[in-house]
């Protein structure tokens, strides 16, 4: 008997509501707006602000993914096509695991995900944190297929989380004017290996060897009184591995799949700046207009990027059932990560925001 297949069945993102231009960044700096156009290929970022937190981002793009699921006629049931679809469409109930890949959770115990299951009507599903940095949405989608595998669950709900902003240094012209908020998430289920939405090879990797050229110090986040509370980066050895273990990734994952790049619809890459994603595309030969690219409108959101470049792709019809897509991507510690698979017929909301009332956030 065929082992199944994970197969996406639906996808939703959110950014908090503050958007912050080149220009607020760059007059901090002590620059122009180009520069920072020029050096990132961002020219606005989602920032957190007293109506957003990192659990909310969370939380609205799990609701987005699950409502996308409902509206694309994944009903929650079986196979068979028995239904399980509540009156608000979200299948929060017919979840089996909830994995959340992030590393800026607003507290290192609990992990976010079984609170987050809970709030999503999931509660008692399986649930669990992925730290693998910027590599962690596809990291958790290789962990969400190997369940589905072994049929220990039918769908799982991943959810892709980062807020940099408590970690950034606003003098830190390497940092500062890189990185964004955003959260995205995507429901997976039990099918067909052939079938759109599928989920067809990975390729995971590390090298422990570079953990200090992409860091926060211990001991750090925002007003902690030991060590340097910011993320900090070596720009230019960061660039190098990072296109080089994304080549060789997606060359890997290509070769698992029986494909090549001249077979790959769209390339959806970690948005880590402009000038990486140009030059992992070039030396892949893939041309731009196969190329999603979101670091303009959200700047580098680190395993947020990716559901958020899918959702954006979704959204506009960019894409279309069947097609053949290659996801790659590098983080901190080093990791990296790439998968193929086949885009799926489901309905992708807009973006959304997220916006509590100020006593709900965590400081």
């Given at each position: ?261 001249a077979d790959v619809d769209a390339l959806v890459a970690h948005q880590a700046n402009g000038r990486i994603m140009k030059t992992v595309a070039s030396r892949l030969t893939i041309p731009p207009p196969r190329v999603v690219e979101t670091i303009e409108r959200f700047g580098n959101t680190g395993c947020a990027s990716i559901p958020l470049a899918l959702a954006v792709a979704g959204g506009a019809q960019a894409v279309r059932p069947g097609d053949r897509l290659l996801l790659t991507a ?34």
């Open positions: 008997m065929t082992a199944p297949a994970a197969v996406i069945a639906g996808l939703g993102a959110c950014v908090p509501p503050r958007a912050v231009d080149n220009a607020v960044i760059a007059e901090r700096l002590g620059v122009t707006p180009e520069w920072v156009r020029d050096r990132t290929g961002v020219v606005t970022r989602n920032l957190l602000d007293d109506r957003s937190t990192t659990r909310g981002l969370a939380l609205e793009a799990g609701r987005r993914a699950l409502r996308s699921a409902a509206a694309s006629g994944d009903q929650g049931g079986d196979p068979d096509g028995s239904p399980a679809r509540d009156p608000g469409g979200v299948l929060g109930a017919d979840i089996d695991a909830v994995i959340v890949a992030s590393w800026t959770q607003e507290q290192a115990c609990p992990p976010m995900a079984p609170a987050l299951a809970s709030e999503l009507g999931a509660g008692g599903a399986a649930a669990f944190d992925v730290g693998a940095t910027c590599a962690g949405f596809v990291y958790a989608l290789a962990l969400a297929a190997g369940l589905i595998a072994a049929g220990t669950v039918r769908r799982v709900l991943v959810i892709a989380v980062e807020t940099h902003s408590p970690y950034l240094d606003p003098d830190d012209r390497v940092t500062a004017p890189l990185f964004g908020d955003g959260a995205g998430s995507a429901v997976l289920r039990a099918g067909l290996p052939g079938e759109p939405g599928a989920l067809v090879a990975f390729d995971l990797g590390s090298d422990g060897t570079g953990r200090d050229l992409l860091r926060v110090a211990p001991g750090g986040r925002g007003a902690e009184p030991c060590g340097d509370p910011f993320l900090r980066m070596a720009g230019s050895p960061v660039f190098l591995h990072a296109v080089r273990r994304m080549v060789s990734s997606s060359r890997a994952v290509l070769g698992s799949a029986g494909m090549t790049t590098f983080g901190a510690g080093f990791t990296w990560a790439s998968a193929v698979l086949t885009w799926p017929d489901i309905s992708v909301p807009e973006i959304g925001t997220q916006a509590p009332p100020a006593r709900e956030r965590k400081e």
